[in-house]
C-alpha cells in the first residue's frame, strides 16, 4: 500500500490552478466537518463550456492533488460532460487506492465541482 | 520491573499490519478487550444463554445472578453506595441523553441555566442543547488557559448566576488530556445549589474513582474504553434523585404493574432499564473490572503516568510538533493531541496506518473545543497499561519519517 506517491505529495506542495477568478459565473464551497477538509472552486463559464478554473482552500494531501488533478481536467470541457465524471474516474485519476474514510476526502473536489455547476444550472435556467 | 499484565491476554495485539507490528495508540477512542472479558461472554452465550430477571429454570437464574453480579462489580469499583444506583445503559452518551430527558426535563425551568466546560465530548453538548430547546434554556461555556485547563476563577464568578442548575464537566478530556478538579468544581457547585453531571468516560480506565468522595450527582462511562465490550455503559446516580426522576424509556422490566388504563413503575434500578438489556455486555463489564482490579487502578494510575512522561518527553522533543493540553504530566491523563507543521492530521493518521500504527485524526467529536484551539483537526495518540515505551519510540520513528516525506 502506497497512498502517499511522489505525485501528491507533489501536488499537496505545489497544488495547480490555486487562487481566485475576478468575476466568477460560478462558486461553490465544499466543507468536510469530519477532517475540516475545505474546498472553494470558481468557475468562468462561456458557451456552456468551462473556459478558466481556480480553487483555493486547505485540507489533507488527498483532497488537495484531488482538486488539483480536477481542476486540470476541467479546463475546457463541457459542463454536461463534467457533470458525468461519476466518483471512480477520481479515484483513478488519483492512481491509488482508498478507504472508505479517505475516499471521502478525495471526493470534496468532486462535489464542489458539481455543486458550483448546478449552481450555475439554477442560474441560467434557459441555458439547460 | 514486573509486567503488570500478560500480553497473551491481549491475542489481538500478535499480528502484522502491512508487515508492521500492531502499535495501538488510540485507547481513548476504544480499548482492546482481554481475553478474560471475551471468555466471560462466550460462557454466556455458551452454558447459560437465557433471559433475567424471569427465566425460574437454572439457565435463567445463573443468568440474572450474573448479571446483577456484574451490577455489584461496578458499584464496588466506582464505591457508590448502592446497587440500586447504578444503571446500565448503552454507553455514557446514553446516560447523559437519560440525565438530560428525565431529571433535565422535570427540574429544569424556563431561564435555567447548565454550565459546561468547553472541553466537553459532543456527547455532554448535544443532549443540553436538545433539553435547552424544549425547555427555554440558556447554554453557558467555561473557558480553558493556555495550558488547556479549566479557569477556576472564571468558573467561581459563573456560578454566581444563581440561574445554573446543571454542571457538566467532563472527568478527564479525550483531546487534551486534561484531569479536571472535579471534587473542587462539584464542592462550588453545591454551594451555589446546582447539580453536577461528570463524563468519566475517559477517567475511569486509567484512575481508582470514588464516586461519593467527589459527592457527584451524576457519573456516566463507557465499557468499551475500559476493557469491556461496546454496547453498555453505567449511569451512576444519586439514590435520592433517581427515586424523584421520571422513568426513561417505557417497556418491559421497568414496570410493577400494567393496566389498560396505566402503569407503575419497577424499584431502581430497573425503573431505568425498559426492555431485555446487553446481559452478555453488562457480564463482560463485570469481568473487565475484575481484570481492571487484579491489576489494581492504582498501578494502571502509576504505570501510565511513567509512559506518559516518556511520551511527553520524546513528543516534545520532535521539532514541528506542537502538544495541545497541559504539557507536564500532573493532573494529566494520556491522550496526546497534536499537529506536525505544514501537514494535515488525516495525512499523518494515514501514512502511520501504512506503518501498523494506529492514532486517531479528526475533531474528536469536540468541535467547539477545536475551534476554540483554532485548528480543524489534530493527531491523538492515546495510551493504555498495555502500551510500552517501544509504541511510543514506534510512533516518534514514524512521525520523523512522515515529516521526511513531506519535506
Given amino acids: ?128 | 520491573m514486573k509486567a503488570l499484565f500478560s500480553t497473551a491476554d491481549f491475542p489481538i495485539l500478535d499480528q502484522r499490519v502491512y508487515g508492521h507490528p500492531l502499535t495501538y495508540l488510540d485507547s481513548a477512542n476504544t480499548s482492546l478487550t482481554p481475553d478474560p472479558v471475551l471468555q466471560s461472554m462466550d460462557e454466556y452465550y455458551r452454558e447459560y444463554n437465557a433471559n433475567i430477571h424471569r427465566a425460574v429454570y437454572p439457565l435463567g437464574e445463573k443468568a440474572t445472578l450474573e448479571h446483577e453480579n456484574a451490577r455489584e462489580k461496578l458499584r464496588q469499583f466506582i464505591k457508590a453506595e448502592s446497587v440500586q444506583e447504578i444503571i446500565f445503559t448503552r454507553n455514557a452518551t446514553e446516560g447523559i441523553n437519560l440525565v438530560a430527558k428525565t431529571w433535565g426535563k422535570q427540574n429544569l425551568k424556563q431561564g435555567d441555566t447548565i454550565l459546561l466546560s468547553i472541553m466537553e465530548h459532543h456527547s455532554n453538548i448535544v443532549p443540553w442543547q436538545m433539553l435547552a430547546q424544549e425547555n427555554g434554556l440558556e447554554i453557558q461555556y467555561l473557558g480553558i488557559n493556555h495550558e488547556g485547563r479549566l479557569d477556576l476563577e472564571e468558573y467561581n464568578s459563573l456560578l454566581k448566576n444563581e440561574k445554573i442548575r446543571m454542571v457538566g464537566v467532563t472527568h478527564q478530556s479525550n483531546v487534551l488530556g486534561t484531569i479536571n478538579p472535579v471534587k473542587e468544581m462539584i464542592q462550588l457547585a453545591h454551594e451555589q445549589g446546582s447539580k453536577v453531571l461528570v463524563d468519566g468516560a475517559q477517567a475511569v480506565p486509567h484512575m481508582p474513582i470514588d464516586v461519593q468522595y467527589l459527592s457527584a450527582d451524576f457519573y456516566v462511562f463507557t465499557g468499551h474504553k475500559m476493557c469491556g465490550p461496546t454496547g453498555i455503559g453505567v449511569l451512576y446516580a444519586k439514590k435520592t434523585l433517581l427515586e424523584e426522576m421520571p422513568p426513561f424509556l417505557g417497556g418491559g422490566e421497568m414496570i410493577r404493574t400494567v393496566t389498560t388504563e396505566g402503569s407503575t413503575w419497577n424499584d431502581l434500578p430497573y425503573k431505568f432499564e425498559a426492555g431485555t438489556p446487553h446481559i452478555s455486555g453488562a457480564i463482560g463489564l463485570g469481568a473487565a473490572v475484575d481484570y481492571l482490579n487484579a491489576l489494581d487502578m492504582t498501578a494502571v494510575q502509576s504505570a501510565e503516568k511513567r509512559l506518559l512522561d516518556y511520551a511527553l518527553k520524546q513528543v516534545q522533543n520532535l521539532h514541528g510538533l506542537r502538544l495541545y493540553g497541559p504539557q507536564e504530566s500532573d493532573m494529566r491523563g494520556s491522550a496526546l493531541s497534536f499537529s506536525l507543521e505544514g501537514i494535515h492530521p488525516h495525512d499523518i493518521a494515514t501514512l502511520l496506518a501504512e506503518q501498523g500504527i494506529c492514532v486517531r485524526a479528526g475533531h474528536h467529536c469536540a468541535q467547539p473545543l477545536m475551534r476554540h484551539l483554532e485548528v480543524p483537526a489534530t493527531v491523538r495518540a492515546s495510551l493504555a497499561f498495555y502500551n510500552t515505551q517501544e509504541d511510543i519510540d514506534r510512533l516518534l520513528t514514524g512521525l520523523k519519517s512522515v515529516q521526511q516525506k513531506f519535506l
Fill in chain 1, 1 to 128: 500500500m502506497n497512498l502517499y506517491l511522489d505525485n501528491i505529495i507533489d501536488l499537496y506542495k505545489h497544488p495547480l490552478n490555486q487562487g481566485f477568478l475576478k468575476n466568477p459565473s460560478a462558486s461553490h464551497r465544499a466543507f468536510s466537518p469530519l477532517c475540516g477538509d475545505d474546498i472553494t472552486v470558481d468557475l468562468f463559464i462561456e458557451s456552456n463550456r468551462v473556459q478558466d478554473i481556480r480553487h483555493r482552500g486547505n485540507g489533507c494531501a488527498i483532497s488537495q492533488a484531488s482538486i488539483s488533478l480536477l481542476t486540470e481536467e476541467a479546463k475546457g470541457k463541457s459542463l454536461d460532460e463534467l457533470l458525468q465524471i461519476p466518483p471512480e474516474y477520481i479515484v483513478e485519476m488519483l492512481g491509488v487506492e482508498l478507504g472508505p474514510v479517505r475516499l471521502k476526502c478525495a471526493l470534496l473536489s468532486l462535489e464542489a465541482l458539481h455543486k458550483a455547476i448546478q449552481s450555475y444550472y439554477n442560474n441560467h435556467i434557459h441555458g439547460h
